[in-house]
C-alpha cells in the first residue's frame, strides 16, 4: 500500500485514521474516528493499482449497501483516497474468532449457538441472491455488545456474474467446499453451508477440519479425505452436534443441509436428518466460490467418502428460500379439537376485534433507545419481514403501549410472510390469555366469555399451520390443563398429540424446543396411560439429548435434572 498520505492523523472520508489495526498482501485496516459525530470507524483500504481487488472492493460495497442485518457489518461510504480504494465500516472492538480460537475450542454450547445465528444470517444473505464465498473464523468479527458479525464481502458474489478466472481457487483452502475446488460452475448456497460447518468444527475443536503442512495437500484432504468427527478431537461434543456438523461438510452438497436456514433448524432443534436426492435445479441458483488465488493443480472429481456412499434415501423436496427447513409441515387437517370455524360470511372476532385497531407508527418508537428496534422497524411496521419483533413488541409492552402492542403483533402475523412474523401468533394468544383482551377492544367480560377461547384457539391454530413451536406449545398446555373459566375441560390425547408436533415444527428456538422436552416428560410422570404419551425411557432419553448435556446455564436445565432423577425412579421401580 502507497505510505503515501495514509498515516495517523489523515483523513478520509470524515474519518480520522488513528492507528493501523491490520494489514495483509491486499492491504490494510485502520482504527479511525468519525470526526463529526467521535463514533469509532473501520477503515480498510486496498491499492487501486490492482484492478480485481478494487473491483472486489466495490463489489463488497455494493453487496452489503444491500443487507441491513444485525450480524453483518455495516458500510458507512466508500471511494478511493491516496491512490487507494477504501471502504468505512463499523469497527468491531470485540476482535474475530480466530483470536478466540487461540486459547482453546468454545464450549459446545457456545459454538452451537454461535453457529446457529450465523446460519440464520447466512439465510438473510442467500435470500437477497448472494453468496459469501469465504466463510472462516476471522471472517467472524464481534461486536462491543458480543455480537457476532460476518464481514469480508469482497467474494461475494451475484447469480449471473463471476471473478474467477479460469484455473484458479479463490478461497480459504481449510474451509472451501470441494466443488469449490473441482467445479467453479456448480457452486451454490451448499458450498456456505460448507463453509460454516468448517467454521463450527474448527469452534468446537479448536482447529480447521482439514490440517496439512502445504496448500496443495490441503485441497486435496478437502477432496478426498472423508468429513472429520469433531468428537475425535473433541469427546465433550453432544452426538447430535457432531452429526450435523459432519452432514455439514459431506463431499456431496446433496447431502449437506440444502440451506442455512435448515441447517440453523438443525442446530436448534437438536435433530439431524439425511438430506439426499435434492435436485441442483431446486436449489438456491447463487454460484460462486471465495479466497486466495492459486493456480488450480486438482481439477479431479470429489470422491466419496471412504467406505463407499451411505444407502440411498427418498428425495426429500427442496424446501423454499423463506421458509426453508428439514422439517414436514405439521397437519393441518381440522380434527375435533380444532375450534369450531366460523361462518365464512362473517369475520372471525380475532379478525373483526384487532383488524380494527390502529396500526403503529414510527412516532410511537421515538423514545425507544433499542437499537434492534429502529434497525428493523421499517420493515416491521411494513410488515416485510418480522426480524426485531420481540423487541419491539416488548418495549411497547413495558411502557403500556399495550393496545399498540397487540395491534403490531397481529399485523405482523397476519400479513407478515416470513416465520419470524408467524411466531407473533404464539406471542398474541399469550399476551390475551394473560389478560390483555381488555386492551384490545373486548371491554365486558360477558363478550370476552363469549369470544375469547375461539380467539385464543385461533391464534394459536394459525401459528401451529404457519409452523411455530411456539404457538404449538401453547395450544397444548391449553388443552392439557383446560380452562375453566370458558368451560373447557382438560383433553390430554388431543394435547400430547400437539406436544409431538413440535418436532416438525418449521420454526423452533433452542430454548421452546428445550421447554418442550421438559412438558413432554412431566407429561410421562403424570399421565403414563393416555395414549400418545411418551415412555418413561423416551422422556429420559430426551431430557439426556437436549436438555441436560448443555451444562446449568439453560433455562430448563434444573427441572429437567429433577423431571430426569424422577423417570430414572419410575424406570427402577418398574424393573422391581
Not at 391464534?459 to 383446560?482: I, K, P, V
Not at 403414563?528 to 446455564?553: I, M
Request: charged content about 25%.
Amino acid at each position: 500500500m502507497p505510505a503515501r498520505g495514509w498515516i495517523p492523523g489523515a483523513e478520509v472520508a470524515g474519518c480520522r485514521l488513528l492507528e493501523r489495526i491490520g494489514a495483509g498482501g491486499q492491504g490494510a485496516v485502520w482504527r479511525a474516528e468519525h470526526v463529526a459525530s467521535g463514533a469509532l470507524r473501520a477503515v480498510k483500504a486496498t491499492p487501486t493499482d490492482d484492478p480485481e481487488l478494487v473491483l472486489r472492493f466495490q463489489r463488497e460495497a455494493a453487496t452489503l449497501a444491500e443487507l441491513t442485518h444485525p450480524n453483518l457489518v455495516r458500510v458507512h461510504s466508500t471511494g478511493t483516497a491516496f491512490g487507494c480504494a477504501y471502504l468505512v465500516m463499523d469497527l468491531a472492538p470485540g476482535g474475530d474468532l480466530a483470536e478466540r480460537l487461540e486459547a482453546g475450542p468454545l464450549a459446545p454450547r457456545e459454538a452451537r449457538r454461535l453457529a446457529t445465528t450465523l446460519a440464520h444470517t447466512l439465510a438473510h444473505v442467500h435470500a437477497r441472491g448472494l453468496l459469501h464465498r469465504d466463510l472462516k473464523p476471522s471472517n467472524v468479527l464481534f461486536a462491543a455488545d458480543g455480537r457476532p458479525l460476518l464481514a469480508d464481502f469482497g467474494l461475494a458474489r451475484v447469480e449471473g456474474s463471476s471473478l474467477t478466472q479460469t484455473g484458479t481457487v479463490l478461497g480459504t483452502p481449510a474451509y472451501m467446499a470441494p466443488e469449490q475446488i473441482s467445479d467453479a460452475g456448480g457452486v451454490d448456497a451448499r458450498a456456505d453451508v460448507y463453509g460454516l460447518g468448517a467454521v463450527l468444527f474448527h469452534a468446537l475443536t479448536g482447529r480447521a477440519p482439514f490440517v496439512a503442512e502445504t496448500t496443495l495437500a490441503t485441497l486435496t484432504q478437502v477432496l478426498r479425505a472423508p468429513p472429520p468427527d469433531p468428537r475425535t478431537l473433541a469427546p465433550r461434543v453432544p452426538a447430535d452436534l457432531a452429526e450435523v456438523c459432519r452432514q455439514a461438510l459431506a463431499k456431496d452438497p446433496g447431502e449437506r443441509p440444502p440451506s442455512a436456514e435448515a441447517f440453523a433448524a438443525a442446530l436448534e432443534r437438536r435433530s439431524s436428518l439425511r438430506w439426499t436426492g435434492l435436485a441442483a435445479a431446486g436449489a438456491l441458483a447463487l454460484l460462486g466460490l471465495g479466497g486466495v488465488a492459486l493456480a488450480l493443480a486438482l481439477r479431479s472429481p470429489a470422491t466419496a467418502p471412504a467406505g463407499g456412499a451411505p444407502p440411498a434415501e427418498p428425495a426429500v423436496e427442496e424446501p423454499s428460500v423463506e421458509t426453508s427447513s428439514v422439517a414436514v409441515d405439521p397437519p393441518s387437517e381440522p380434527t375435533a379439537a380444532d375450534p369450531p370455524s366460523e361462518p365464512t360470511a362473517a369475520p372471525h372476532p380475532l379478525d373483526r376485534v384487532l383488524g380494527a385497531l390502529p396500526a403503529p407508527t414510527a412516532e410511537d418508537f421515538a423514545d425507544c433507545e433499542a437499537t434492534l428496534v429502529h434497525r428493523f422497524l421499517p420493515d416491521l411496521l411494513a410488515q416485510k419481514a418480522g426480524l426485531g419483533l420481540d423487541h419491539a413488541q416488548e418495549w411497547l409492552w413495558r411502557q403500556n403501549q399495550r393496545r399498540l402492542c397487540l395491534a403490531l403483533l397481529y399485523r405482523c402475523a397476519r400479513d407478515g410472510t416470513d416465520l419470524s412474523s408467524k411466531r407473533a401468533w404464539g406471542i398474541l394468544g399469550r399476551r390475551l390469555m394473560d389478560g390483555a383482551h381488555v386492551n384490545a377492544g373486548w371491554t365486558g367480560e360477558i363478550e370476552w366469555a363469549r369470544d375469547g377461547l375461539a380467539v385464543i384457539r385461533e391464534c394459536f391454530r394459525r401459528g401451529r399451520e404457519a409452523g411455530c413451536a411456539n404457538a404449538m406449545l401453547r395450544e397444548a398446555d391449553l388443552l392439557r390443563d383446560g380452562a375453566p373459566a370458558f368451560g373447557l375441560e382438560p383433553d390430554l390425547p388431543e394435547a400430547v398429540r400437539l406436544y409431538r408436533q413440535v418436532d416438525q415444527a418449521k420454526h423452533c428456538e433452542h430454548h421452546v424446543f428445550q421447554r418442550f422436552q421438559v412438558r413432554l416428560a412431566q407429561f410421562a410422570l403424570d399421565h403414563p396411560d393416555v395414549e400418545g404419551a411418551p415412555s418413561y425411557r423416551e422422556a429420559q432419553e430426551r431430557l439426556e439429548a437436549h436438555v441436560l448435556g448443555d451444562g446449568p446455564l439453560d433455562s430448563e436445565h434444573a427441572r429437567g435434572a429433577k423431571l430426569h432423577a424422577l423417570l430414572r425412579q419410575r424406570i427402577e421401580e418398574e424393573r422391581e
